[in-house]
């Protein structure tokens, strides 16, 4: 006869993971205590970055020297060649003129050039100085209206001079075309025929 048993001794066939209490209790509280120093000790980021207040930029910005042009943007051109304006400080693409001037008007166009965004106090004095500078700049008796006939004559002048160029180089490019347009004849054929060439008369 077959001796059937229910109980198989020595294996554990349960599959449950069991956990020493006493072991994660005291890795909770060194945890905690690690936490504490921490709190405790300050942060240290680095030595502190001393920027230079916000001043006036030097230069003018450029937002209308590619106006009306037009480009062929590939996506495999340098950021530098991308529609939009670009800039080299923080070397990323901006698409229209208010975004750009947004940007470097920012904070972080500002950091990256070494400043921050605080704007150096003036003091009595320097206000004086600017008020003056302004002043003398803004002096009424050195204009005059022979000033403004003498502008307006020598504009006039100019535009006079670019419209005779542009003749000149409409005429110069009508005669190129009709050179090149009028065929190879030889001058005794055509004088014995009676005609000079094989224009038409419509002009």
């Known amino acids: 006869m077959a001796h059937t048993s229910n109980n198989v001794g020595g294996v554990d066939n349960t599959f ?18 690690q936490e504490e120093e921490g ?17 006036h930029r030097d230069y003018e910005v450029d937002l209308e020297s590619r106006l009306g042009k037009t480009q062929v943007v590939t996506p495999v051109a ?8 670009y800039c080299s400080v923080c070397e ?48 009424v008796g050195s204009f005059t209206e022979q000033d403004l006939d003498d502008r307006i004559l020598k504009q006039q002048q100019e535009e006079e001079e670019r419209k005779r160029q542009r003749r000149e180089r409409k005429k110069e490019k009508k005669r190129e075309k009709e050179v090149e347009e009028a065929p190879e004849t030889d001058p005794d054929i055509s004088a014995m025929m009676g005609f000079g060439g094989f224009r038409s008369s419509k002009k």
């Open 16 to 33: 449950r993971r069991k956990f020493d209490r006493e072991e994660y209790l005291e890795r909770a509280r060194e945890r905690e205590r």
């Open 39 to 55: 709190r405790s000790r300050p942060k240290s980021k680095g030595p502190l970055v001393q920027r230079k207040p916000l001043k």
């Open 78 to 85: 340098p950021l530098s060649q991308q529609a939009g304006y």
């Open 92 to 139: 990323c693409v901006v698409k229209d003129s208010a975004n750009y001037l947004d940007h470097i008007n920012g904070k972080k166009h500002q950091r990256a050039l070494g400043m921050s965004m605080r704007v150096e106090r003036a003091s009595l004095s320097q206000v004086q100085e600017r008020f003056e500078v302004l002043k003398k700049r803004k002096d």
